[in-house]
């Protein structure tokens, strides 16, 4: 039977303080707060989710507006998959709720028992969903990276992926064997001819699913910050047109991807275009926006995990 709109309405507002309670990590006094109710009623719609299984481990309940969000986002990009979280007031940069669901993207294909291919990008969001994926001995899926993780003085990123989800699912992983960038466009095309390289670059190419983080091109970018790039490097591919960057592979507005700065240096896996095959990314955040609605206009993905906050911001583009 159809649920009537007031009852449509309380299951939505059940779904939300029992996200912000179980995957937020709220209290309930934080969560009256934040929906502007008694703590008592906030024990009610907590209870109520519950009882009506909205919740488990993950977030069952399709909250409306995340779902007219993810619909109008699909229609207007040509996206074949998108997916809205909640934004938590409290933190609207928190990658906890994206974490999740990149999370529940992984784990799906990666039950499978077909062999699979995955592809990862690097950065926080990377990283938090992987640390979600449950322990499952898979050894005949792969797990390849899309980047290096040495920057140019030698050291190591905190942000790996791929080796922390072979730990957990058991599986073999290809790391990228090279820095980030290296000196010159020369010495870059000479150690992609090294054949691990390649062999790495090979199997990227048959990923059956790419999952990416999005990362803006500006003081805060997260190339910059961690050690990648330096502020000169920055600053030349800003003067470039670049607003954001997939896997170190930094774009302008409409999506296209730069042709000189570091992009000459990069040794990240190429990103296929036009795209091939699922290619998921998760971002969300004010400073993200125009990098995620620039990737979306260059077509360079067709699966997008953000939230509310992020997504009216790109449809209000």
């Known amino acids: ?103 529940a993207l992984l784990e799906t294909t990666l039950r499978s028992k077909k062999p699979k291919i995955v592809a990862i990008g690097t950065g926080r969001a990377m990283r938090a969903a992987v640390e979600l994926v449950p322990h499952m001995n898979r050894p005949d899926h792969r797990l390849v990276s899309l980047v290096g993780n040495i920057s140019t003085d030698g050291s190591a990123t905190f942000f790996d992926t791929v080796g922390r989800l072979a730990e957990l699912i058991k599986a073999r992983h290809y790391p990228m064997p090279l820095p980030v960038l290296l000196s010159s466009e020369a010495e870059r095309d000479q150690m992609l001819g090294m054949s691990p390289t390649k062999m790495v670059r090979a199997i990227a190419a048959k990923a059956d699913l790419r999952l990416v983080g999005v990362g803006q091109m500006d003081r805060n970018a997260q190339f910059y910050v961690d050690g990648f790039i330096g502020r000169e490097e920055l600053f030349e591919l800003i003067r470039l047109g670049a607003i954001g960057e997939l896997a170190g592979w930094a ?64 449809l209000a583009h």
């Open 251 to 314: 774009y302008n507005a409409s999506g296209r991807f730069i042709r000189g700065g570091t992009n000459r240096r990069l040794t990240s896996v190429p990103h296929p275009v036009p795209i091939k095959g699922p290619t998921v990314a998760a971002a969300l955040g004010p400073a993200k926006v125009a990098a995620i609605l620039a990737v979306l206009k260059g077509r360079l993905i067709n699966g997008l995990i953000t939230d509310e906050a992020t997504a009216k911001a790109l």
């Open 1 to 103: 039977m159809a649920l009537s709109s007031s009852e449509r309405s309380r299951l939505d507002d059940a779904a939300r303080a029992g996200w912000l309670y179980y995957i937020g990590g709220h209290t309930q006094d934080e969560i009256a707060k934040t929906l502007k109710v008694s703590r008592a009623t906030v024990q009610r719609l907590v209870s109520l989710c519950l009882s009506e299984r909205l919740i488990t481990f993950r977030l069952e309940h399709p909250i409306a507006a995340c779902m007219g969000l993810a619909t109008q986002l699909v229609d207007r990009f040509g996206l074949r998959t998108c997916e809205i979280v909640p934004t938590d007031p409290a933190s609207p940069t928190s990658v906890a709720g994206i974490a999740e669901r990149a999370a």
